[in-house]
């Protein structure tokens, strides 16, 4: 099948096979941080944004991308580098499997929400699984970057 | 592995539906989270996203959520947080993450029965209909007494705005995994309707009057709890699970005394 994507502002021409999922069809147009974890939906590793709304990818069928924008890391380049500065400021860089996913997770919560307090950080980001699990560091650089105390 | 070997985009319910009936392995698409996990062989899997399925609205006495309305919508809707002390938004907002959120759907909860939704606990809670293409209305607890998923589509679920108060609560083993057991109360004029799910199975509902509570609410709770079935999973024991049951029940009702 021969769909129409607009990824991070750019249209593209893709070929899918019928019940192909976004994730497989990202990465062999070479985005190769839409990653995959768990195979579950409980990770959040393959994490865009469709619309500005974090969707999984693994889980989001690549026919249910067509009319929406679809924006991966690459796609938000000046948000990446203020967040991976501040990420890397407080000592939270781990190995950077998770990174992606967090990181537009990250960018699309400033986004929604407002002043947040640290009990609705903390769910906004339940599903973005850490394998390194050093979230306490994750945490402050998140909050330094959201502007909150 | 699940496959699809053909993908329809339904340009009308009605183009669903003869797609649907044509062939037993034809299916509907809803967010696909769950489905995914399984290992189904789809010839057909016909996809409703096209045909604005995707609403809450505010009737004259009911709120009415299309099917394809994700859990996210549901969580974050005004709407539905308003109304019956938010029960219906915070029975979806533990699940698994926002991500996940974004992409499953209600219809494809409702319509499957899941035995483990915690959506569907807090809408049998309340006065909720859904309306099948095929089937008509029909109350929430009518739909899920039927063993089948019937082979039509869910166009609309119905919930009857009556002012009832409402509370929902769930065990964990950990924040955002599946309900263990699950329970949503409602309290309208005296009376309470206790939902409880993830029993393991499907979601029953119980009435108690409030004047059977006075005085001997743990007897009374420990009635309904004995007419209800739990089950064994490896998430926990049915012994388990019917103490925690009255557990919730009681803090529920206590919430809206």
Same mark, same amino acid.
């Given at each position: 099948m021969e769909i129409k994507l607009k990824i991070n502002g750019i249209n593209k021409e893709v070929t899918i096979k019928d019940g192909e999922y976004l994730q497989s069809a990202l990465k062999r147009l070479g985005f190769l941080n839409v990653r995959k974890g768990c195979e579950t939906g409980s990770c959040g590793l393959c994490t865009v944004l469709l619309n500005g709304k974090p969707t999984l990818s693994c889980s989001t069928l690549a026919v249910r991308g067509i009319g929406k924008e679809i924006t991966t890391l690459e796609g938000e380049s000046v948000e990446v580098a203020k967040f991976a500065e501040v990420l890397t400021d407080e000592g939270a860089d781990q190995c950077g499997y998770c990174s992606p996913g967090f990181t537009l997770t990250v960018i699309a919560m400033k986004r929604e929400l407002e002043s947040p307090t640290i009990d609705e950080i903390k769910h906004y980001l339940t599903g973005n699984l850490c394998r390194c699990t050093g979230y306490m560091g994750q945490l402050r650089a998140v909050k330094k970057y959201m502007e909150v105390k | 592995m699940f496959t699809i070997k053909q993908h329809l985009m339904a340009q009308s319910i009605e183009e669903g539906y003869e797609t649907l009936v044509k062939n037993r392995n034809n299916m509907i698409l809803g967010g696909t989270g769950f489905l995914r996990l399984g290992n189904k062989n789809i010839n057909i899997g016909i996809d409703l996203s096209n045909l604005e399925l995707d609403y809450i609205r505010e009737g004259e006495d009911n709120i009415e959520i299309g099917p394809m309305t994700t859990f996210r919508s549901i969580e974050t809707n005004k709407l539905l947080k308003e109304n019956f002390d938010g029960v219906v938004a915070k029975s979806v907002e533990e699940i698994v993450g926002i991500q996940l959120r974004s992409v499953i759907?209600? !219809?494809?909860?409702?319509?499957?029965?899941?035995?483990?939704?915690?959506?569907?606990?807090?809408?049998?809670?309340?006065?909720?209909?859904?309306?099948?293409?095929?089937? !008509?209305?029909?109350?929430?607890?009518?739909?899920?007494?039927?063993?089948?998923?019937?082979?039509?589509?869910?166009?609309?679920?119905?919930?009857?705005?009556?002012?009832?108060?409402?509370?929902?609560?769930?065990?964990?083993?950990?924040?955002?995994?599946?309900?263990?057991?699950?329970?949503?109360?409602?309290?309208?004029?005296?009376?309470?309707?206790?939902?409880?799910?993830?029993?393991? !199975?499907?979601?029953?509902?119980?009435?108690?009057?409030?004047?059977?509570?006075?005085?001997?609410?743990?007897?009374?709770?420990?009635?309904?709890?004995?007419?209800?079935?739990? !089950?064994?999973?490896?998430?926990?024991?049915?012994?388990?699970?019917?103490?925690?049951?009255?557990?919730?029940?009681?803090?529920?009702?206590e919430e809206l005394k």
């Open positions: - | 759907t209600a !219809g494809a909860t409702v319509a499957s029965k899941y035995g483990f939704s915690d959506f569907i606990t807090a809408l049998l809670s309340l006065d909720t209909h859904i309306e099948l293409y095929k089937g !008509g209305i029909l109350s929430l607890e009518e739909y899920l007494s039927e063993e089948k998923v019937p082979k039509d589509i869910l166009v609309k679920i119905i919930i009857k705005k009556d002012g009832k108060r409402a509370a929902f609560k769930a065990m964990r083993n950990s924040k955002s995994d599946y309900a263990i057991l699950n329970c949503a109360v409602s309290c309208l004029d005296g009376e309470y309707r206790v939902a409880v799910g993830a029993r393991p !199975g499907r979601a029953v509902v119980k009435i108690i009057n409030n004047d059977e509570l006075i005085n001997n609410i743990d007897k009374k709770i420990e009635e309904v709890v004995d007419e209800m079935k739990f !089950g064994t999973n490896m998430r926990a024991s049915g012994k388990y699970r019917e103490m925690i049951a009255k557990v919730l029940i009681r803090r529920s009702i």
